[in-house]
């Protein structure tokens, strides 16, 4: 007998392939029509897919840019970020966040996050505003993050920037299609960040991202900015910018994924409300805030430092795939640690790291499948 005879089949960590199954040939018509145009740069599609998007979120404008990152990185240029300004980040969350805010010269100063639902800790804001300040930095913008698709506390954080006067700019790369307080994401603070990147719960079939707001004068600046600066035209630069368009081609994709989103993020809650039912006796569930709805980008459970790579192990010999996200806060990086924090220990951040563990998530993710993987799970940690 051969081994893979014996192999139990290995299962999607996101399962792009079955999403496929479901709308790949309108996707495939969309995308064909874009090569029959040859208008691969600013097509009509471009602009549809805009207009769609700030109709779903709530929001007046959406630009569309090359990636997430492009959108935070083209946000803070707007607002003219500069060197001695200080842009608080959470410390739990993906590089990018933060990455943005030492390309303009600015520093970021890593805020803790709350252990129930992973996002900014309000508090530990209030705390990296003081230290920003007695280091002489300047405080003028806050990157929320909706952490593995939970929308952050904005009751709580709109409130602190607004009295220390600071731009809030949200990231919502994993929890675009959320609501706080019944409102997307995308439609709260001052302007949002998403990315199209393929494994996001909203996901184009290469690089991509947008921003959201309902600020005018900020969309003409973003507009210029991601084509050179541009002024009356391409060819008169009137500021410093960068070349971060969305291709056509991905803005056809996500205009048949923008169809079916909503249908996906009712999965996506169902997948989820079970693996909660299944699974929260035996480790840490995730939590969501009552004010809240997620798109579930991650589904992460918390186990016993030190009980995470056996759980990994045990699952992987059953063709089951896990992550760790994230294994180093940022605070903690080698790239990025000599940056200012809230505290000299961010005790949230830190003891996540040693704790969380995602399991396979997307809308595909059938009852017969899931049942297979709470089986494992569930005698992992019985053993
Ligand atoms: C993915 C992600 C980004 C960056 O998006 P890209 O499209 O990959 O550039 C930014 N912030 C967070 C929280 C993300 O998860």
């Not at 998007?53 to 959406?62: D, E, N, S, V």
């Not at 992973?118 to 990296?128: I, K």
């Not at 009295?163 to 409102?183: E, I, M, S």
Request: glycine share 6%; with cysteine.
């Amino acid at each position: 007998m051969t081994a893979s005879a014996t192999a139990p089949a290995p299962i999607a960590f996101i399962d792009l392939a079955a999403q496929r199954a479901r709308i790949g040939a309108r996707i495939d018509a969309a995308v064909a029509r874009v090569l029959q145009s040859c208008r691969f740069v600013n097509g009509p599609e471009v602009t549809q897919f805009e207009e769609q998007l700030a109709a779903f979120a709530g929001a007046k404008y959406a630009v569309s840019c090359s990636s997430g990152t492009d959108a935070l990185a083209l946000i803070l240029m707007a607002w003219g970020v500069k060197p001695g300004d200080a842009v608080f980040c959470p410390a739990f969350t993906f590089c990018a966040t933060a990455e943005v805010v030492p390309y303009l010269g600015a520093t970021p100063v890593f805020v803790d996050v709350d252990a129930d639902t992973f996002n900014m800790d309000p508090e530990s804001l209030t705390q990296a505003i003081a230290v920003a300040i007695e280091q002489g930095l300047t405080p003028r913008v806050v990157i929320p993050v909706d952490l593995f698709g939970q929308p952050a506390d904005y009751d709580a954080l709109l409130p602190i920037a607004e009295a220390h006067g600071l731009k809030v700019l949200c990231d919502t790369a994993q929890g675009f299609g959320g609501t706080w307080n019944n409102r997307r994401t995308g439609s709260i603070g001052d302007a949002t960040a998403t990315s199209f990147f393929p494994a996001k719960p909203l996901g184009c079939y290469g690089d991509g991202g947008a921003i959201l707001t309902d600020d005018a004068d900020l969309v003409a600046v973003l507009k210029s900015l991601r084509e050179h600066g541009q002024g009356i035209d391409k060819y008169q630069n009137v500021r410093i910018g960068m070349t971060a368009r969305l291709d056509t081609i991905q803005a056809a994709v996500l205009l048949e994924k923008l169809a079916v989103f909503e249908e996906e993020i009712a999965a996506r809650e169902k997948v989820a409300r079970r693996y909660n039912d299944l699974l929260k006796d035996v480790c840490q569930v995730p939590a969501v805030d009552a004010r809240a709805t997620s798109v579930w980008a991650q589904y992460t459970i918390r186990l016993a430092p030190g009980r995470r790579d056996a759980l990994a192990d045990a699952l992987k010999a059953e063709g089951i795939p896990t992550a760790v996200y994230y294994r180093l806060p940022m605070h903690l990086q080698p790239a990025y640690k000599h940056y200012p924090a809230a505290g000299a220990i961010l005790p949230a951040c830190e003891m996540l790291a040693e704790e969380v563990i995602s399991l396979p998530m997307h809308p595909d993710l059938d009852e017969a499948t899931q049942d297979r993987i709470v089986g494992a799970v569930r005698r992992a940690l019985a053993a």
